[in-house]
């Protein structure tokens, strides 16, 4: 977090802010003249303050993460590209029904989404779900649409028409807690024209952001804004993805084995109300998930 420095000179005060961090095994540091006075918008300093660094740092990452990729998928044979693909459908889908409490086991969600094969003795609601998540993830991934609130209503609808009809593609109307977390979403008379301003604001700013930049702090406005009555992580970790890969960008599955990292770091951003704290969880994550991309002969690094 950066800090404010104030320099005196004669009868004047000068306000910077600094910030220092860690990278590439050494310590650098930025630094933002703010005037003979401390500014208002102080906040918005330190986000393009923070931008700065991130340029300097993450950011490259990622441009080398997205290069690495699409030179690979450029040589990759058409069969084991699709073969990856629906791998990551399975995983992708075991994980983001289990973190919301699906019973399923990976060999459960994979023989069912493989072989049509319906496990003994689990919850028809936990098998349907899987079943309409990935079918739905497998059209969009063929056929791409947009982040918009039309779709996400489609969206939600598709996955839970048949276990929640009452909740299905409808924006809640009613308040809602979530447990465990200090956060308390919007009221119901807030959630819709909050959903509605955030995705204005992705339509006008998105562009300007890193694309992973853009997925992660897209996945905690709307998990902070918690809009459905139920299934908000799931179309909030669909929507990531599809923006991910909308951008030609490696997409990344939250295991439920390392939920606790992802909780933990989307609480602490929605009780500071900055989306500081989970954008650095998910770098770190995205970059640890994505190392694969770097390895002898897995990437030819294209141009």
């Not at 009613?174 to 339509?203: D, K, T, Y």
């Not at 992580?233 to 929507?239: F, K």
């Not at 990344?252 to 900055?274: C, D, H, Q, V, W």
């Amino acid at each position: 977090m950066s800090a404010v420095r104030t320099v005196t000179r004669g009868d004047k005060q000068y306000y910077y802010l600094v910030q220092t961090y860690r990278w590439a095994g050494g310590v650098g540091r930025k630094e933002k003249y703010l005037g003979t006075s401390r500014p208002k918008n102080l906040q918005a300093q330190r986000t393009a303050l923070d931008r700065e660094v991130w340029e300097a740092t993450w950011f490259p990452t990622f441009r080398e993460i997205s290069a690495a990729y699409q030179g690979r998928q450029r040589t990759l044979p058409k069969s084991l590209s699709e073969k990856e693909q629906e791998d990551f459908v399975v995983e992708f889908t075991y994980d983001t029904n289990r973190i919301e409490g699906s019973t399923l086991t990976f060999q459960e969600t994979s023989d069912l989404l493989t072989h049509g094969i319906s496990p003994d003795s689990k919850p028809m609601r936990d098998v349907r779900e899987s079943l309409a998540h990935a079918a739905l993830l497998r059209r969009l991934l063929s056929k791409p649409e947009p982040v918009d609130l039309a779709h996400l209503l489609s969206w939600h609808k598709q996955i839970f028409d048949e276990t929640k009809p009452d909740l299905a593609g409808q924006v809640r109307d009613f308040e809602i807690r979530i447990r465990g977390s200090q956060h308390v979403p919007p009221s119901a008379v807030e959630v819709r024209p909050m959903l509605i301003e955030a995705l204005r604001w992705f339509q006008r700013h998105g562009e300007t952001l890193n694309p992973v930049e853009r997925a992660g702090l897209f996945h905690f406005q709307f998990e902070n804004i918690h809009p459905f009555g139920d299934g908000n992580g799931r179309i909030g970790r669909l929507a990531m993805n599809l923006m991910l890969h909308r951008d030609t960008y490696p997409m990344i599955n939250i295991r439920y084995g390392r939920r606790a990292g992802y909780y933990r770091a989307l609480e602490k951003s929605s009780i500071t109300s900055s989306p500081r704290p989970f954008l650095l969880w998910f770098f770190r994550r995205y970059r640890g998930e994505q190392q694969w991309w770097f390895r002898p002969g897995a990437s030819t690094r294209g141009g």
